[in-house]
Every structure is written in C-alpha cells, then in structure tokens.
C-alpha cells in the first residue's frame, strides 16, 4: 500500500537538494581537515596539569606557586624517602641511606645555592624514634626537568640496599609524578576506548555491515576538528586545558555527535519512504531534526559557557573547551554527515533499504505499548517512578565527604604508601610542608609566628631571592584533613597579621583546600545560571512556561537519584575514601545540560504531534516515535562516559560512572515513564501559556474537559 509522497524531482529548497551540493560540502571538510588535522596532533602541546594553570585564579596557594615558577630555583621537587626495617635499622642500613643521600645529593646539586647561615638546621638524614626507620628529603630544582621526567630516575638510584631493607619514595613531587604517569597516554586511550564503544553499539543498533560507519567517521572527523579548535583557543585566548578536561572532550564529542547521528538517521529512514529522490528525502530529514538537534546543542552550550564564571581555573577552562566540542559535533553532523548518508544512497541502509512508497506498517510496538499502559494508568506511572528516584536518592546521606589527594589513586601508588609508612615512624613529620613567602625584612618575625602556631612540628628557613624569603613549615597532622586544614587557616590567619610582611601560605594541601572552598563557591554561582540558561533555552524552543519548568523539575530529581545512587556505589561496592571536590559541579552540569536533551528530543516531537492530534495522542504518538532511537542515543552516550570507568584515577571513575548512570536513568525512566505520564496528567495545560493550552470551544458554545484533546488544527 502506497503512502502520499511528494513528487520526487521536486526540492522544498530549490538548490539546497542539487546533486553537486553533498560533493560540495564533502569537498569543504576535506579542506578543513588538511588545516586541522595537523593542529589536533599539537594539542597536547599545550596541555598542562601545573598547578598555577588550574588552581583558583584568586587563591593564596596560586599566588604561592606562581612565586615559586618565578623565582630562581623555586618550584623544587620535593621528594620524601623512607627507609624503614620491621626489626629495626641496622649499622649497613644507615650506611646505606647516609650513601644514597651523598649520591643524589651530588647528582641533584641545587642550581641556587644557599645563602651563608642557610642549611645548618641537622643532618640531612633522619632517624626515627622508634629505630625502625630512616628519612631524608631532597630537593630536586625544576631545571632538571618535571616530576615525572624525574621520579623514575631518582627511585632508581637508591635501588641498591641490603637484604629487606624497604624504601618508599614519596613526597609532592612523587605524587605529581605518579599522577602524571596515570594521565601518560590517556587521550589515545580513551580515543580508541571510545571508538570501539561507539562502533559496537552502532553496529548492534543498525544491524548493517556498513551504516555504522559513517557516524563513525562524522564524528571522528568532528573530534579531530575539536581538537584543533581548542589548540586554537590556548593559542589566541589563554585557554587552560588539562589531562582531564582533554579526555571529557573526545568523551563529549563522541557521545553528543553519535546521538545527533542516531537521530537523524531516524528521520531520513522515514522521509526515504516518502520522497524517491534522497537529496530531497534529507532535507525533509533535517527540516524535522534540526531544531531539536540545535536545540540540544544550543543547551549544553550555553550550560558549559556558564563555567566561565568559575574561578577554578580548571573547570572554567572546560567551558570554551566543551563548547567548542559540541560546536564542532553540530556542524559536523549537520553538514558532512547529511552529505556521506546522500552520497552513498539508499544502499548504506542495507539489508533493511527503506523503499520509496512502501507504507511502513504501524505496530504498537515497545514503546507504543508501553504508552497505552501509561495513559491507562497515569497515576501510578508518576509515582512509581518518583518513588524509585526518591530511594535512589537516599544514597546522598552516604560518605559525600572530599576525597583526599593521596586517596585519588584506584591503586595506591608508591608515594601514597609512602606516606603512611612516614607517619607511621614520624607522627610529628606526617602532614606535607607548607610553604610560606614574605619579605626577607620580616622572616624572622614570621618563622617566630609559624613555629608558635598550633599543629605546627616544624618551621624551617629557605632561601631569600627576588624580593621574597621562603619558610617550609611542616605539620603534625595527615595530609588533607580537617586538622591539617585546621593549621592551614590558623597560619594564615597569624602570618597575615605581621604588619609588612606580605605573608602568603601555599603548598599541596593548601592548594587543596583552596580548590575544596573554591569549588564550593563556584557551585552555588554556577549551578543556578546552569539552571537559568537551559530554563530559557527549554522555554524558547517549547514556547511555552508549564512544559519547561515541569521538565527541568524532572531533571533535577533526576540528577538526585543518580548521585544518591552513585554515593552507595563508590561508599559500599566500591570503598571509595569520598568524592572528588569537582565531581558534584561536572555531574550537575553533565545531567542536567545532557540529561534535559531526551526530554528536548521526546518534548519537541509531542509539540509537534500535538498540533495535528491533540495533547494525549501528541505523547503517545512522540513516545512511540521516538522511543527507540532515544533509547539508543541515550546507551551510547551512557557507555561513552563509561569509558572514563576504565582509567585508574577515582575522579574520573566517579565522573564517568555518575553521568552514565544518570544519562541511563534519564532516557529509561524519567524520559520513557515520568515525562509522558505527567504531560497526560496535566494535559494540554502542559503548553501554558502557548495557544495550545487553550481549550476548544464548540459549536454549542460549551468547553470540552482538559482531557477533552482535539487537535489544534481543528481550533
């Protein structure tokens, strides 16, 4: 049985359908990449994880570690080895430290050398009370390269002791060492994670020895083409882009850019049953999915342009960067692959080709099934499934706490370890030193301050140079705790009060927690803009108020439930110490400016059914339609964040981990369920104030009931 088709040489937009069009267009990204492709190799160039490029912009340990970049020999490597012996150190084992000592000490020769009078503090090698252990710390400059270029070769230098005789190399330069050979590597490894992630699910969707390609290919097209667009912005505009921000690009990108492909594809299936000639069949296609393809696009956009406000600079520097992701996904989505899918013709759908003319059957299907049990039971569908997230969302009373620096690690590396072993036989040397500038006129008066500070065991002075005089304070207490955090502030607060010395605490667990309350503030400024930029993208595309708001509601339950889950996850299964301070920010922003896209996607199409069959039959008529490719778009984009599941780091585990489960959540219950059942319940009040929320007079003069639906066409 045929359906209506339009006439098959006729283009709703003249020259838009010609034959050279596609060629054209193809021909342009050919271009482009020539350009780009040499560009996208440069990003990690300029990728950076200094802590001056991503600690908060107005933060004391920022103005701390740009002064020791700045200065000469500053910004030391600061390694921490601990020998220690169960049964106690022996004569041949304090031999062997004092030897490893003098060999690095030789190797490593500081390139500033200390003023006269510095350096007479003790001898550089220390016992501990109990006779099991033994420490020193060396100071390796910056000039002999990076944490990480030299962490190996320091390690390996002491690798020659006596029989169980034990050495734990730790300290922060061991610690950004290990970090950095965590992120070794990472982008091709999530790159070709992602690429095989999307490929399986491509071809699992289509069921086509060829159509899962394409996507493939658009998209990769569109991830190099990102790639070089932030090379450009740290170029031209400053841009910080780290490790991790570099991995949440290629995660972006492929995620949104293969959603906006399975979308697509479904409105060209259909419009290729209706127009034989395929050119005209994709602008039918885009005319249909483009709004709500822009839409989405223009919403997570506009979420991520809000981190510009942060003052961590890490997360504001994923502002441009994701933007400039999903900007080149759009575009490359829009353009080259409408053009692959036209070139290729209706073969690339083989073995399932879309025949022009031939009706498509109209089964109830999955999700039209799924529907009718919805409208006949709308009531129950809506509490159901709020009270599933509501038990979800109880998991946010779990360990919610900040997750400590040395517990970032899904296996605990040697300068973690090594730190428990420190303070396990220097209780009084256990916290990591803080360092102190002020001016060389008032270092005395304020090492006198440091050392009567509470939580203090330690305050040493360190070199003077370029109008600033350095003091290394160490505490008593563990890295990254309360107490710790405790010192920290009372320092601060002591130093700043010597009139003139212009006193700035900084160091690792000061940056910390720093970044800890600098986070803290950007999400109470960022969050609400987040919500207020995607309530008016929502309201602009709906033209309506009630539709958004109940959307954005839905959302944010969502995001609830998916971090109360997550919370039980990381704290019973997983035994995770915390979550990482940015987790909440990113997952927020993630959830809600990706998670509100299903409900855009399903909310667009029922508007638009609305119009010819009335609110109800509109979000039947849109679930059943859309069901399945939402579904789809919704598992890709879940088991792409998965990817980051894979990677060693505990942040970036519970990033992936809580966005997928919550993109899952959005597409299988709050879209599927929650949304069409709340849209039946209120019916076409759902539109307010829009003309399709008004009721239908008829002929007798009376108004129908809200459930009365007729089709606005009949208004």
């Not at 359908?17 to 300029?46: D, N």
């Not at 949104?256 to 409105?267: E, P, Q, W």
């Not at 498509?360 to 799924?370: C, D, I, N, S, T």
Request: glycine letters at 10%; one cysteine or more; aromatic letters at 6%.
């Amino acid at each position: 049985m045929a359906v209506n088709a339009a006439p098959s040489g006729k283009a709703p937009s003249g020259r838009l359908a010609g034959r050279w069009v596609p060629w054209l267009v193809i021909g342009l990204w050919v271009a482009l990449a020539v350009v780009m492709v040499p560009l996208s190799g440069m990003l990690s160039s300029v990728t950076t994880d200094r802590a001056a490029d991503t600690l908060p912009a107005g933060a004391e340990s920022t103005k701390v570690a740009v002064l020791e970049g700045s200065l000469p020999g500053g910004e030391d490597n600061t390694f921490v080895f601990v020998y220690h012996r169960a049964g106690g150190m022996t004569d041949a084992d304090r031999a062997t430290v004092e030897r490893h000592y003098e060999t690095l000490a030789k190797r490593y020769p500081p390139k500033v050398a200390a003023p006269a009078g510095e350096g007479d503090e003790g001898p550089p090698t220390r016992p501990s009370t109990d006779g099991k252990a033994m420490m020193f710390t060396l100071d390796v400059s910056k000039t002999y390269g990076a944490p990480e270029a030299i962490v190996g070769p320091v390690r390996d230098a002491a690798k020659d002791r006596p029989a169980g005789l034990e050495l734990d190399v730790t300290g922060p330069a061991a610690i950004d060492g290990d970090m950095e050979s965590v992120f070794d590597g990472i982008d091709l490894q999530v790159l070709l994670i992602t690429i095989i992630v999307v490929a399986l699910l491509l071809i699992l969707t289509y069921r086509s020895p060829v159509l899962w390609f394409i996507p493939l290919v658009a998209v990769g097209a569109a991830a190099l083409t990102a790639m070089a667009t932030v090379y450009l912005l740290v170029k031209g505009f400053g841009v910080v882009v780290n490790d991790q921000n570099s991995a949440l690009l290629t995660i972006l990108v492929f995620g949104v850019g293969t959603d906006y492909a399975l979308l697509l594809i479904a409105r060209y299936r259909e419009t290729l049953h209706h127009h034989e000639n395929v050119r005209v069949a994709m602008l039918h296609a885009l005319r249909s999915a483009a709004p709500a393809i822009v839409a989405s696009a223009a919403t997570v956009v506009a979420g991520l342009l809000c981190l510009l406000v942060a003052d961590l600079n890490s997360t504001s520097g994923l502002g441009p960067i994701g933007a400039a992701g999903i900007l080149c996904a759009l575009v490359a989505m829009l353009t080259l692959f409408p053009a692959l899918l036209v070139v290729l013709g209706r073969r690339i759908f083989w073995p399932a080709i879309p025949r022009f003319g031939t009706a498509v059957a109209e089964k109830p299907g999955l999700w039209g099934r799924l529907g009718t049990a919805i409208s006949r039971r709308r009531w129950v569908a809506a509490l159901a499934s709020l009270g599933v997230l509501g038990v979800l969302a109880v998991g946010l009373a779990g360990n919610t706490g900040a997750l400590r620096q040395q517990d970032q690690f899904l296996d605990a590396p040697e300068s973690v370890t090594g730190f428990t072993v420190l303070r396990q036989h220097f209780p009084e040397l256990g916290g990591q030193p803080m360092t102190i500038f002020t001016r060389p006129a008032y270092q005395e008066r304020v090492l006198d301050v440091a050392k009567g500070t509470p939580g203090v065991a330690q305050a040493v002075p360190g070199q003077t140079s370029g109008g600033w005089a350095e003091i290394s304070v160490f505490p008593t207490d563990a890295p990254d705790t309360v107490a710790e955090y405790d010192t920290i502030k009372r320092m601060r607060t002591a130093v700043h009060a010597v009139s003139g010395a212009e006193a700035i605490v900084g160091g690792p667990s000061a940056e910390h927690l720093d970044t800890e309350e600098t986070t803290s503030r950007d999400e109470k400024l960022v969050i609400p803009l987040v919500l207020a930029v995607v309530l008016l993208v929502l309201g602009l595309l709906l033209r309506a108020i009630a539709a958004p708001l109940i959307l954005m509601a839905t959302v944010i339950v969502s995001f609830a439930a998916a971090f109360g889950g997550s919370v039980f996850v990381f704290d019973t299964i997983l035994g995770f110490k915390g979550i990482d301070s940015s987790v909440p920010l990113l997952a927020f922003l993630f959830l809600v400016a990706l998670g509100v896209d299903y409900n855009i996607f399903l909310a667009s199409r029922a508007r638009e059914e609305t119009v010819r069959l009335g609110t109800r039959e509109g979000m039947l008529k849109a679930l059943s339609a859309t069901g399945g490719v939402i579904t789809s778009a919704g598992i890709v984009l879940a088991a792409t964040f998965a990817v980051l599941t894979t990677l060693p780091l505990v942040m970036l585990i519970e990033v992936g981990f809580l966005v997928a489960f919550g993109v899952l959540l959005d597409a299988l219950l709050v879209r599927s369920v929650l949304v069409p059942a709340l849209t039946l319940l209120i019916g076409r009040r759902m539109w307010w104030p829009s003309r399709l929320s008004r009721p239908v007079e008829r002929p007798d003069g009376q108004r129908p009931p809200v459930d009365d639906e007729e089709p606005a066409l009949q208004r």
